[in-house]
């Protein structure tokens, strides 16, 4: 496992995918009207994060919860909250 | 016109023999690495072997294309060692002809599976890394039966028209990363396939053709390269009829 705060991870990954700035990546900005993401970004942001915290969240993000992931507080929190059950 | 290809890796299914075999030569020919994928290990062994021993440059990998695990298997273990696939030209079918009335759950799933499932198992496992790279070309090979029909195959015919509703979706899907999704809808092309015809249906079936012959698997090759390169970049989601005038 990573050192790295999940924080940094979740940026990092979002950093690379989406082709944008740390700066941009706060807790509040959204994936689509900040991020400049679209729906195909969105799906392969969740597989990266899928493939990044398997050990965290154990398994897939199911459909249900991945559509609630709007903001990148929203992961972070997802994750937290996986990872503490 | 002279087509681009710039160090790109291609991967054809069904290359052991017929349309397949002449598209992984034409492709290998511009210069593409070309994986040669079929059932048999000898059959796409063969075809690899040939276009090595032109000068070009191939792979071959036994994989059963309706098998969705062996399919997603092979992607997997084809992304370690090259990362990317640039051009998938799905080609590999079969036919099981037989009268609707006649027809067993087992020729209908069969073909469906191959000709068509097949489409969705190696266009989903090759898929991410082409969108990162942000350019890819998918090409799928359907047929003249799958616009107008053909008695005995319904199967055939369902799996063939539904590769050109699969590929138009795809195209939407994928076109904003630079990938185009399109199909060539070959008529009847001298091969091993149209070679089991008997000579009276062969006859009548030039009669259809306004062309009056026969194609060749080069006519389809030709077409395929193009849609391959660089150049045709501005063409996606649609069907490319090389059938003699068949479909018009």
Known sequence: MSDKSIEDRVKEIIVNQLNVNEEQVTPEASFLDDLGADSLDLVE????????????????????????????GDV?????????? | MKLTFDNKIALVTGAGRGIGRAIAESLAAEGVHVICVSRSESSCGS???????????AEALAVDVGDSAAVSAACEKLLKEHENIDILVNNAGITKDMLLLRMTDEDWLD?????LSSCFYWTKGILRPMTRKRWG???????VVGIIGNPGQTNYGAAKAGMIGFTKSTAREIASRGITCNVVAPGFIETDMTAELNDTIKTEATKVIPLKRFGQVADISNMVTYLASEE???ITGQTFSVDGGMAM
């Not at chain 1, 942001?45 to 990148?72: C, H, N, R, Y």
Request: net charge negative.
């Open chain 1, 45 to 72: 942001l969740v597989m990266a994060f899928e493939e990044e915290f398997k050990d965290e969240i154990q398994g897939e993000i199911p459909e249900s919860d991945s559509e609630k992931l709007q903001t990148v």
């Open chain 2, 137 to 143: 070309r998918i090409i799928n090979i359907s047929s």
């Open chain 2, 111 to 115: 073909v469906i599976n191959t000709n």
């Open chain 2, 47 to 57: 075809a690899a072997e040939a276009i090595r021993s032109n000068g070009g440059s």
């Open chain 2, 232 to 234: 045709a970049g501005y």
């Open chain 1, 76 to 85: 972070v929190s997802y994750i937290k909250e996986k990872s503490a059950s």
